[in-house]
């Protein structure tokens, strides 16, 4: 069986501004596994670092569960945030930044990762390739080291293999993410697969750099020089199809990298995923019969509005006929339309204190039947989506006043009817963020930036059977930072003042309880750490 998560999370030292991960450990199974070092104490620089993999050859495949484990540090002294993923077999496995360092603090973390629907890639020998690309000069010193192990939990009565995707084909450029600058910027995977798809899922990753890293500040291209801001307006979502027919909608989630808008912020307790990032599924099942018509397809993803750059990469899940049966069908029903319409209302353009309000819906239903050799499967995928941002600016000589409230609902209801009965999953995803930016300058030409934050990730998750209700999960990842920043008339950062944080990570679920966890910080050190079983 699982073994519970710790009630105290180890290594929070209160006090200590080292990188405060609020993240439980995963649940292991009891079993002792059998461990693959990927690589080990490795330091990075320009250049994507090799490394080979074998399967464990005391731990045949497949197994109850396999977990990523990966260990992250820097020097002390001054670096930014960086890009890091970890490939294998032409697949990413991890996504997500690094912590900065300061001149007096070594920042270091642990991530762990359920990697188990992974299993196909892990059976055979590959290779792959850890990018986390980074430049030290005089001024920039901090190196960074990492290392990372594959845990496999050999099956057990108690811990039985679980069901898993048979094929996983990655999702990506030539040696990492793709990038896509424009909004008609496409990346594209060539399929062909065997005649025997039952269902198909895309673990889509969608993350902002360059003009794009605060796409969720941005505003109408043509008010950018009046606001000294970001353009392109506040609207991104990702775009997926299959033969250029729309095939599914992606919203995309605002992460803030450890550097982002004040670093001060994200010290010593990171934002919501920044150093793990989360994929959004899309359920590709309604186009399991066409998929298993032996012809080639093509899987083409893309961002609404992406204006230099969105990094994009993911895994491509293929689950096949468990008997090997020729598997036909058809796509009967498609209501999505490629490309959303979002609003925009301006009020005040022409003055100093602007108001910008943009919003986006989708409602679109996709359903396809897969005659299989458990007869014929029909499967609905019904989503709909809200996007609302609104921005109020004020803006004279001496005030920079930008404030942000933004949120995405996203409710993705998938149904499958078969031979035996019905099936419903229906889940809730919630990424709220407020932000508010005000930047004072005094006579001098000194002055500060005070930045106040809410950004937080929700998902309800409801799955029944033939109508009745079997399972619920909840989650909650909130995270509220304020700091003040301190400039000279230089525009030299010399400080910062009044930092605080408090971080929320809450799970219940059948079967499983209640986990509570919150951590606090003040003066970019922790304060507190409390883990409970409370549901609130």
């Known amino acids: 069986m699982c073994l519970p998560v710790p009630s105290l999370a180890a290594g929070y030292v209160l006090g200590s501004g080292n990188t405060a991960v609020i993240e439980p450990a995963l649940p292991h199974p009891a079993e002792t596994p059998c461990v693959v070092t990927l690589f080990a104490n490795d330091v990075f620089g320009a250049n994507n670092l090799n490394y080979s993999y074998a399967p464990p050859a005391a731990c045949p495949g497949p197994w109850a569960k396999v977990i990523l484990k990966a260990s992250i540090g820097l020097d002390k002294g001054i670096q930014y945030d960086r890009s890091g993923l970890i490939w294998l077999g032409g697949v990413n496995i991890w996504f997500g930044t690094t912590s900065e360092p300061t001149p007096t ?18 059976l055979a020998p590959q290779t792959g390739f850890v990018q986390i690309t980074n430049y030290t000069n005089s001024t920039d010193t901090s190196v960074i080291t990492t290392s990372a192990q594959l845990l496999f939990y050999p099956a057990t009565p108690k811990d039985p293999v679980p069901t898993v995707p048979d094929m996983v084909i990655g999702v990506g450029g030539q040696g990492g993410p793709a990038t896509l600058n424009t909004g008609t910027s496409v990346v594209s995977v060539p399929l062909t697969l065997p005649k025997s798809v039952i269902g198909a899922r895309l673990d889509l990753f969608t993350q902002g750099q360059s003009t794009d890293e605060f796409w969720y500040t941005c505003v109408p291209s043509s008010l950018s020089s009046q606001l000294e801001d970001c353009g392109s ?17 992606a919203p ?11 670093p001060y912020l994200w010290s010593p307790m990171p934002g919501v995923q920044t150093l793990d990032f989360k994929p959004f599924p899309v359920n590709l099942t309604p186009f399991a019969g066409l998929l ?11 961002v609404y509005a992406a204006d230099s750059y969105f990094s994009v990469t993911g895994a491509l899940y293929v689950y096949l006929d468990p008997k090997g049966a020729t598997v036909t069908g058809a796509v009967t029903h498609n209501t999505l339309v490629a490309s959303p319409k979002p609003t925009t209302k301006i009020i005040n353009a022409a003055s100093g204190a602007v108001a910008i309000d943009t919003a986006s819906t989708r409602d679109f239903t996709i359903s396809g039947y897969a005659n299989t050799s458990a007869g014929r499967v029909v499967t609905t995928v019904h989503e709909t989506s809200s996007f609302y941002n609104n921005q109020v600016f004020d803006l004279t000589d001496t005030l920079y006043d930008q404030q942000v409230k933004q949120d995405t609902e996203t409710l993705v209801d998938v149904t499958q009817q078969s031979p035996t009965g019905s099936s419903e999953t229906a889940t809730q995803y919630s990424y709220p963020l407020t932000l508010s930016y005000v930047e004072l300058v005094g006579a001098s030409g000194t002055g500060q930036v005070k930045t106040t934050l809410d950004q937080e990730y929700h998902t309800d998750m409801v799955v029944s059977a033939n109508g ?7 989650f909650v990842n909130a995270i509220t930072p304020t700091d003040t920043l301190l400039f000279n008339a230089s525009g030299n950062i010399t400080g910062n003042s009044r930092q605080s944080s408090t971080e929320v990570y809450a799970t219940t679920g059948t079967g499983q309880g209640c986990f509570t966890r919150t951590l606090k910080a003040v003066a970019n050190v922790l304060t507190a750490a409390t883990t409970s079983a409370s549901c609130k």
Do not use: C, M
């Open 233 to 249: 307006g506040a609207f991104r979502e990702g775009e997926v199809s299959i033969d250029s027919t729309p095939a599914g909608v």
């Open 252 to 262: 995309v989630y605002p992460w803030i990298f450890t550097g982002g808008i004040d």
């Open 468 to 474: 009745l209700p079997t399972a619920e999960y909840q």
């Open 292 to 302: 298993s018509n032996g012809a080639q397809h093509t899987l083409n993803i893309s």
């Open 105 to 122: 603090l070594a920042p270091h973390w642990q991530i762990e990762k359920d990697v188990t629907d992974d299993t196909a890639l892990f």
